[in-house]
């Protein structure tokens, strides 16, 4: 795999290139960074936001290997109207590979723990589980371009969640009602992309990749269950976060997140992913537990 800085300029004028520039990270010393926020109509800062960006500031300490796990931990929500500060722990560099710890806070207090793992290019056995059959992605309609015609039944508290351009475009196989969804099966198919071109930096599409894998996973566990995160009296925040990559991808072409819940308890639901390229490579595999509470009105 190619080796690369992750820190680039990029133009002005797109949620991508919005995005793009938000993982351009301050230096402020060795192993800190600051980086800024972005809210995208949400309660909390989104926790992509803060995986990719936490993962950038791993990698600026780590720019001739290549990343290929991390394992994350929310503890608390980001406002997403703060900067949030990257402090880097160098764990190990070891012969083959490097680990490193990043904590991410905002004023003194620690939102996200993450560990990412870090490897030598190296050669080994190979195999895969087949990607699912689902329509293709020009039969299907965006998320945005799915909500904009009925803005009406759109609460008023939310319309940033549905019809805000997003640097990710999402095209649901399978769509759900957000505001009045039907039970149906713990399994949901999404082909996405970066709304735009994105520089050839393997580094820089793992953090958009870790970014764009926080969308709607959560979602998956709600299903059976009639329910989703848009709705008044659902509390929904993920708690944990990890991926592991396997193959290189370019994050401007599609790729289908093929997603199932295997169990809900205890006000939490567990979720797995499945990251493909068109082609038919599994690029990426996620897990993600998640809080799903639903409140009694009062």
Request: proline share 7%; aromatic share 10%; net charge negative.
């Amino acid at each position: 795999m190619q080796k690369d800085t992750i820190i680039q300029t990029f133009s002005e004028g797109t949620a991508l290139s919005e995005l793009l520039r938000l993982f351009e990270l301050e230096y402020v010393k060795p192993d800190h960074y600051i980086g800024q926020s972005l809210d995208l109509g949400f309660r909390n800062l989104f926790g992509g936001h803060i995986l990719g960006q936490a993962l950038v500031a791993a990698g600026n300490t780590c720019v001739e290997r290549n990343a290929h796990s991390l394992h994350a931990y929310f503890i608390r929500g980001g406002d997403p109207l703060a900067p949030i500060h990257y402090s880097v722990d160098r764990i190990r560099d070891g012969n083959s590979f490097s680990v490193r710890r990043v904590t991410a806070s905002q004023g003194n207090k620690a939102i996200l723990i993450l560990s990412s793992s870090f490897q030598t290019t190296e050669a080994g056995f190979e195999h895969q589980i087949k990607m699912p059959v689902v329509p293709p992605p020009e039969s299907l309609p965006s998320v945005v371009s799915s909500a904009r015609p009925v803005p009406e039944l759109i609460p008023s508290e939310t319309p940033g969640k549905v019809t805000r351009d997003l640097a990710i475009e999402l095209r649901p196989v399978d769509p759900v009602d957000p505001y009045q969804p039907e039970k149906t099966t713990p399994t949901q198919y999404v082909w996405f992309r970066a709304a735009g071109q994105v520089p050839d930096n393997h580094a820089l599409q793992k953090c958009l990749l870790a970014y764009a894998s926080d969308f709607g996973l959560l979602g998956t566990s709600l299903r059976p269950h009639g329910a989703t995160y848009y709705q008044s009296d659902m509390v929904t925040a993920s708690l944990d976060h990890a991926m592991w990559f396997y193959r290189d991808f370019q994050i401007d072409d599609w790729l289908l997140y093929a997603c199932e819940s295997p169990s809900t308890g205890h006000a939490r639901g567990l979720n797995h992913g499945n990251i493909f390229s068109r082609d038919g490579k599994l690029v990426a595999c996620v897990a993600q537990e998640g809080l799903i509470r639903r409140v009694q009105s009062s």
